[in-house]
């Protein structure tokens, strides 16, 4: 087993223990250091199991999961989720504290770090989700994006190696989306972390490095972004849709439009677009 | 409703009395309330009296404000005087009302239970008014402390009490939330019989009730996510510190409770 994997996953099988049906089958895949890697997949596809198994929330049945070179079972699991900060769907239902400041004091003091210390790292990490002078605002008085923001705070203050996304953006609305993705990306600039989103929406998709697509507690398929797009028909058929970006240009193809490149943002588009027609 | 979330009563302010430790401000007004009872003289009386009074001007809240707090217990204030006034036949006749005497015994029995019923439910206003229900869980955490050498689950209890007063504002929502939608849907709260009202909460209880259920569970995953094992090797990032402040306004109260104890006959 290669180490510098920051996620392995060997030949991982999991059921519910209510469930006939197997939700994940024999599933391998690595993630690198520092890699943002995206997972989608359809309702039911094992796409939020696979997140679970990552800090030890679920345990599977068979096969090997390793953070860090750190296998993931009873003993090592406090170490695993030192390593692992998870950001849920819900906003409302991950805020443990009254306050901003309590919210994110509550990991840390699972973790048992020091005051001061707490101190600092409240503050950094509020600065990186640029929630600063929140400090003692109470959830209600929150945007569902601002409290995952502070959830996400919560989870640097940690110092994760590894943070997970839960479709942490499900419930948001289209602004409240965008930030959450510009926060995100705004923090892997400024620190080595690696990203894993869980989502089934595909625009967040472009953010990533690379793409595991499931289906059927099955890896479907993996690829960059771009790859993945480019496979619109197949994605249709397990039930994904492609963004509006890739559907013009798909249109356009139909149409006898060629692009010199398969657009994946509105810029891009925009950009083949204009040269497309000072080409003509 | 949804926009009156403010837990209890507490008025946001930067008085002595909202400054001063939240353990202390427990254990004294816990005082003070075994000490109105052992009160039995004129003077006595008034020296817990001004105490209060004293404490309530300290605030600097609104009297409006402490008397809006008081209001509940008007009524029992009232009734306990009157209920004395006519049970209790000890001293002279004071006067008559249409045949019936007033006791002087009963006048100052009725007012000496009133003024401790007043006296009681006052403290533990300003108490309320002055400090927020997080210090409050925090200080019950910290005073109840020793008991876990018993087993007493003390951090439990103040998590508890922390979620809680955390999911009533977004419980509350929620709440508005279900009652419209049920309106929408034709329930009527408002109108019909005690009984037909009664009826109508069951459709905003039922989902209530399997929302915070769900949302339990969920809350207990991010918990443990976020690494929660229990009260064992956890830091704390409230502290409470006492303050030299703190300890001059306790021996100050503790003269009181002296000069109140010296006044007893």
Redesign the interface.
């Known amino acids: 087993m290669s180490q510098p994997n920051d996620i392995s996953f060997q030949n991982i099988s999991f059921q519910y223990p209510q469930g006939d049906e197997w939700a994940l089958k024999d599933v391998s895949f690595h993630i690198e250091e520092n890699e943002w890697v995206a997972i989608i997949g359809h309702n039911g596809s094992g796409k939020s199991t696979i997140a679970k198994l990552m800090n030890g929330l679920l345990t599977p049945q068979s096969g090997r999961i390793h953070i860090k070179g750190l296998e993931v079972n009873e003993e090592n699991i406090w170490e695993v989720r030192k390593k692992v900060g998870m950001v849920f769907q819900n906003p409302d239902n991950q805020f443990v504290g009254t306050t901003v400041i309590d919210d994110i004091a509550f990991g840390l003091e699972n973790h048992g770090v020091q005051r001061d210390e707490m101190l600092k790292r409240m503050k950094y990490s509020l600065e990186a989700v640029k929630m600063e002078g929140y400090e003692n605002h109470e959830p209600h008085n929150l945007s569902g994006g601002q409290k995952q923001r502070v959830a996400i705070a919560s989870v640097l203050a940690i110092e994760p190696d590894i943070i997970i996304l839960d479709e942490a953006t499900a419930m948001l609305d289209p602004i409240g989306r965008n930030s959450i993705m510009e926060t995100v990306d705004h923090v892997r600039s400024e620190r080595d972390v690696s990203v894993v989103t869980i989502t089934h929406d595909l625009n967040e998709v472009l953010f990533a490095d690379r793409v595991i697509v499931m289906n059927d507690g099955e890896v479907w398929k993996e690829g960059t972004p771009r790859e993945i797009f480019n496979l619109h028909k197949e994605l249709g058929e397990i039930g994904l849709d492609t963004p509006f970006v890739t559907q013009l240009s798909n249109s356009l193809k139909s149409e006898g439009i060629v692009l010199n490149q398969e657009p994946l943002t509105h810029k891009e588009l925009m950009d083949e677009l204009w040269t497309f027609y000072s080409r003509t | 409703m949804s926009n009156s979330?403010i837990i209890g009563q507490y008025v946001p302010g930067q008085s002595l009395v909202h400054r001063l430790d939240p353990r202390l401000k427990m254990i004294m007004v816990f005082l003070f309330i075994i000490f109105i009872f052992l009160a039995n003289s004129w003077m006595s009386y008034l020296v817990l009296t001004l105490f209060a009074l004293l404490s309530v001007v300290t605030t600097r809240i609104a009297p409006s404000f402490v008397i809006k707090g008081l209001k509940p217990v008007w009524f029992l204030i009232i009734f306990t005087f009157i209920l004395h006034l006519i049970v209790t036949k000890e001293g002279d006749i004071l006067f008559s009302i249409w045949n019936f005497d007033v006791y002087s015994g009963a006048l100052w029995k009725g007012l000496e239970i009133s003024l401790r019923f007043f006296l009681l439910i006052l403290m533990t206003t300003l108490l309320t008014l002055t400090t927020t229900p997080?210090s409050i869980t925090d200080a019950i955490e910290s005073l109840f402390q020793p008991l876990k050498r018993i087993r007493f689950p003390v951090h439990e209890l103040a998590l508890m009490m922390?979620?809680s007063?955390?999911f009533i504002?977004?419980l509350m929502?929620e709440t508005d939330k279900i009652s419209k939608a049920q309106a929408s849907r034709g329930v009527d709260f408002r109108t019909g019989t005690i009984k037909e009202r009664l009826k109508a909460v069951v459709p905003l209880l039922v989902p209530l009730f399997v929302s915070a259920f769900?949302?339990a569970e969920?809350?207990a995953?991010?918990?443990?996510?976020?690494?929660?094992?229990g009260g064992e090797?956890?830091?704390?990032?409230?502290?409470l510190k006492l303050k030299p402040m703190d300890v001059w306004i306790f021996i100050l109260f503790i003269i009181v409770l002296i000069t109140f104890w010296i006044l007893r006959t």
């Open positions: 979330v997080i922390s979620i007063l955390r504002p977004t929502q769900k949302r969920e809350l995953m991010a918990m443990e996510a976020r690494g929660y094992k090797g956890r830091t704390k990032f409230r502290e």
